[in-house]
């Protein structure tokens, strides 16, 4: 193996290594099983993992200092390659952190609409860790049955926003335009499909003898460690705590919701993986709610149907192109909004949503102008990342792998 | 008896005193300003505390300001209380010239990255860190990017004309 | 409950050369056959870093599947693949690793920059991130995208088998490529 970026004084070598009898591993930063780039120096001894070196900062993009220097409008794409498989969510928390900051209350139709997306985009992110943890392990089946499915969630994407993977969806107070009869057919369409292709995902894996064997007590860590690491998210539950930011702190009219939160017991890969499963239930079941929710909202108010936004964000959003190619005030206001001249009041505010792996954090220090003075995104994969070391030590070899993959460890948001 | 914002700010005045100063709470969520001296202390307080059990790290970064001389940089914490579910802000402010602020590690395995992330950042120096190097830049780099002095894009740019840039 | 079995009857095949055939011979110029076996089979190297490297797996996916143009297997070692498929931002940090993987790659190689963070730098024009990674390597084709379409990869691989179909067989041991090698400090 080729010993990329030796250096040695990042690595506190164990005893034995005067003699050497164990070997140095560089599970590189190019390695089919990191799922991203980020590097593990690893001491082992035949199979045993004595000690591993992580090393973050290959895909360092700076996003802290590029916020610095942009209008809020423009951070929104920075915050979708964050957590890259479920984009949409970090597009909401960052639109939400600007809400609070400026006192918006988004009507409750646009809190609908933004729980159905979130929740799909949950849906997108959790079937990407559980088919990687599969594929890891060798059934490389489970990940092209689900891919096909994320397509699908990614056409109704496409419906809303135009874009399938990086979605930049949304505006501050809402979305940029109604969603069309088509997004909500395909919206129809998935929910109707998916529980049986979801239910064939699970009878491949979730009872299958050498799947157990294999995940179970792979990686385990326990409630109080993992609290101390700060971990958050599924990899938080599956250790036995449930703090789920959406039941904590419910942003977004998630207190109207009736969804379980579920929880593993040992930490392992088996409870890891389980947790995302059971989550991608919930998720559906939120989504129905939401779908319910929205047809009576719609009945009881029939020109609910035309709202997308708030309107105190009217100052957000852009007007509609008659009356900016026909009207002066309009085509100043649209001119000012995408070259991003509206200003922020000062303040600083720390919002949080749950993201696919956790309390995705925004904290915003605002000083009165066009762009943040600090922007700062609490990344849970950076977080819990540090615990690894800590959960591998004295493991098989192979179980750090599979343990590497279900931690759901997301380049982008590893190093922003 | 339910732990509000008033409860937790009498709790520590009684213990600190006046070293907690610049109460106020943007946005519901409860925020004082601690010297760098005894920053430790006061997690350690909250974290012991039987009744206050701030024992959940959230968030740990730094910010810049130039313009405050002898308080340039400042280190920000967000804990949370996970049993009562209220959040804390602590700020602590340090001049650039030594920037010395005690590590968090011993008591949030958590701090450990984030305090690194924060020193690559800005270059505030954590005493008892276990492993203060940088974490997401190159080694060699020898200035802290995050100050307000550095411009965003590389200054080693040859193609990229500041003129036709309005810059 | 077992699906109905479904045939493929509408397979493309690719063109025959042009040549002279008799009984049971055919000859034609060497470096068409070798072109069009090349150019059929390239087997690719996925250096996914990031965005591009989801909508990459996409593409590797069912629905639009890479392998009905001969990318079935992803090699992840260099030492046996003979595309470099760059999806993603490469940061500085980075750089030395994918020049290092090139470098580890037999001739002859091709290079594709999957989106506009390989391309040039996309939207992070910061400290850290590589402006383009024709920086530290010679690319090939450049597919641009934020990140592109599963169609748009597909579009650049095909645009990559039109110059390895064309591509002649003398070209690496050329002047030019070797003053291309040059400027790039590759031997």
Request: hydrophobic share 40%.
């Amino acid at each position: 193996m080729t010993e990329i970026q030796q250096h040695p004084h990042h690595i506190k070598l164990s005893e034995e290594s005067l003699q050497k009898q164990t070997t140095t591993l560089n599970l590189g930063p190019t390695h089919p099983a990191t799922h991203g780039v980020f590097q593990n120096i690893m001491e082992i001894d035949g199979e045993r993992v004595l000690e591993t070196v992580p090393t973050v900062g290959y895909i360092h993009r700076a996003f802290e200092k590029i916020a610095e220097r942009r209008p809020y409008y423009q951070i929104t794409p920075l915050t979708d390659r964050l957590n890259y498989c479920s984009a949409p969510i970090n597009n909401m928390g960052w639109h939400m952190t600007i809400e609070k900051l400026l006192g918006i209350k988004t009507p409750k139709r646009v809190d609908y609409l933004r729980i159905i997306i979130m929740e799909l985009s949950r849906i997108a992110d959790h079937l990407v860790c559980n088919s990687v943890v599969a594929v890891d392990t060798g059934a490389l089946t489970g990940f092209t049955y689900v891919f096909q499915y994320r397509e699908k969630i990614y056409e109704i994407f496409e419906e809303v926003c135009g874009s399938r993977l990086t979605t930049n969806i949304g505006r501050v107070g809402g979305f940029e335009r109604n969603f069309s009869a088509a997004s909500f057919s395909k919206l129809h369409g998935f929910m109707e499909t998916f529980p049986k292709a979801m239910k064939e995902f699970e009878s491949l894996l979730n009872r299958n003898r050498i799947f157990m064997d294999r995940c179970i007590g792979a990686g385990p860590i326990n409630a109080e460690r993992a609290l101390n690491y700060g971990f958050t998210g599924p990899n938080l539950r599956a250790a036995g705590v449930d703090y789920d930011v959406r039941v904590a702190q419910p942003y977004c009219s998630y207190d109207e919701f009736d969804f379980k939160v579920p929880v593993g017991t040992t930490g392992d890969v088996y409870d890891r993986y389980m947790v995302r499963n059971d989550e991608i239930w919930e998720s559906m079941s939120i989504i129905a709610q939401a779908i319910n929710k929205l047809d009576a909202l719609e009945k009881e108010f029939p020109e609910q149907k035309e709202v997308f936004y708030a309107p105190e964000a009217d100052h957000f959003h852009l007007p509609p192109k008659e009356d900016v190619y026909t009207k002066m005030e309009a085509l100043i206001f649209h001119f000012k909004m995408i070259m991003g001249e509206i200003d922020a009041p000062a303040g600083e505010v720390y919002h949080s949503v749950e993201g696919g792996n956790g309390e995705l954090g925004f904290y915003l220090i605002s000083d009165g102008g066009r762009t943040p003075y600090r922007l700062h995104f609490r990344r849970p994969c950076f977080i819990y990342y540090q615990a690894y070391p800590e959960i591998v030590k004295d493991g098989l070899l192979s179980d750090a792998i599979i343990t590497l993959s279900s931690l759901n460890v997301i380049a982008g948001e590893l190093d922003a | 008896m339910a732990l509000t914002n008033e409860t937790i700010q009498k709790r520590l005045t009684d213990k600190f005193g006046d070293q907690l100063t610049e109460w106020e709470s943007p946005f519901g969520l409860l925020t004082f300003r601690a010297p760098a001296a005894s920053s430790l202390k006061v997690l350690q307080f909250l974290y012991d505390d039987s009744e206050l059990r701030f024992r959940f790290m959230t968030d740990l970064t730094g910010v810049h300001y130039p313009d405050r001389k002898d308080e340039e940089l400042s280190v920000v914490y967000h804990l949370h209380n996970l049993i009562d579910n209220i959040r804390l802000r602590i700020k602590v402010y340090v001049p650039i010239e030594k920037p010395d602020v005690f590590s968090a590690t011993q008591l949030f395995s958590t701090a450990n990255w984030m305090e690194r992330e924060t020193f690559d950042f800005f270059g505030i120096n954590f005493v008892g860190h276990p492993n203060l190097i940088r974490i997401l830049n190159v080694e060699e780099m020898d200035y802290f990017p995050m100050r307000k002095e550095y411009p965003m894009e590389d200054p080693t740019r040859r193609d990229k004309d500041d003129e036709m840039f309005g810059r | 409950m077992s699906r109905p079995v479904q045939y493929n009857t509408k397979v493309k095949m690719v063109e025959m050369p042009e040549g002279y055939s008799g009984e049971g011979f055919y000859s034609t110029s060497f470096d068409k056959v070798v072109g069009l076996a090349r150019a059929n089979s390239l087997w690719p190297l996925p250096f996914a870093t990031s965005c591009c490297g989801i909508e990459f797996m996409a593409t590797m996916g069912s629905n639009y599947d890479l392998g009905r143009f001969g990318a079935e297997r992803m090699g992840f070692t260099p030492r046996q693949c003979d595309m470099l498929l760059v999806a993603g931002t490469i940061a500085k940090k980075m750089a030395p690793i994918l020049r290092q993987v090139y470098l580890q790659m037999a001739e002859p190689r091709w290079v594709i920059a999957i989106g506009a963070c390989a391309s040039s730098g996309g939207i992070f024009d910061s400290y850290s991130v590589l402006q383009g990674i024709d920086q530290v390597i010679p690319v090939d084709v450049y597919v641009p995208g934020c990140p592109p379409r599963p169609e748009g990869i597909l579009d650049g691989i095909l645009k990559l088998q039109d110059l390895v179909h064309n591509e002649s067989l003398r070209r690496r041991n050329s002047d030019q490529y070797k003053a291309l090698m040059e400027s790039y400090s590759i031997q």
